[in-house]
T-cell receptor
């Protein structure tokens, strides 16, 4: 089956530092990946669409200069949280589409829990 | 705007049947998906309805009525491991591949 990995699974950083999160499609190529943020006991909120070889498309209200997205290859997208602050602490999840069983299913990575002190 | 409403919490006992409803309002619609998420884990795909009617996958079934902007997930023969959060998600809006998630329903299965 389609597998999406994320690294790191958990990160703790000091306020003001930058954190990079990697999202990889392990056994398929993904021209498009998605980045979500999820606060405790809440739903997944789409932050941006990551397009291989072009600029990411950000959802309304998401600061593109704060959440830098790079989709350098067909299997890797990175999200960099710049100048992180405690309010950026959240569960960040990436996903990618893969045709499986006739449906275009979106497969999710295991998530990265970011804690900003 | 887009919104998907679900009950916040549902409780049931092992072996029972439970239905989780989802009503949606979206600017574009290609289909309704359902995902399961255990605490601290990734959402996992359960089912997808592009057309009206019932889709069955093992113990899980999903229904869609596009005219009513409504769908539901039916879980049968509940097991303890089914305790999780369940999200409906609409494919649509400004892009076929984009998913907009519902508010989520926390299912608690007791012995």
């Amino acid at each position: 089956g389609a597998v999406v990995s994320q690294h790191p699974s958990r990160v703790i950083c000091k306020s003001g530092t930058s954190v990079k999160i990697e999202c990889r499609s392990l056994d398929f190529q993904a021209t498009t990946m998605f980045w979500y943020r999820q606060f405790p006991k809440q739903s997944l909120m789409l932050m941006a669409t990551s397009n291989e070889g072009s600029k990411a498309t950000y959802e309304q209200g998401v600061e593109k200069d704060k959440f830098l997205i790079n989709h350098a290859s067909l299997t890797l997208s990175t999200l960099t949280v710049t100048s992180a602050h405690p309010e950026d602490s959240s569960f960040y999840i990436c996903s990618a589409y893969h045709l499986a069983g006739g449906n275009n299913e979106q497969f999710f990575g295991p998530g990265t829990r970011l804690t900003v002190l | 705007g887009q919104s998907l409403e679900q009950p916040s919490e549902v409780t049931a006992v092992e072996g029972a049947i439970v239905q989780i409803n989802c009503t949606y309002q979206t600017s574009g619609f290609y289909g309704l998906s359902w995902y399961q998420q255990h605490d601290g884990g990734a959402p996992t795909f359960l089912s997808y309805n592009a057309l009206d009617g019932l889709e069955e996958t093992g113990r899980f079934s999903s229904f869609l009525s596009r005219s009513d902007s409504y769908g539901y997930l039916l879980l049968q023969e509940l097991q303890m491991k089914d305790s999780a959060s369940y999200f409906c998600a609409v494919r649509g809006g400004t892009g076929f591949q984009k998913l907009v998630f519902g508010t989520g329903t926390r299912l608690l299965v007791s012995p």
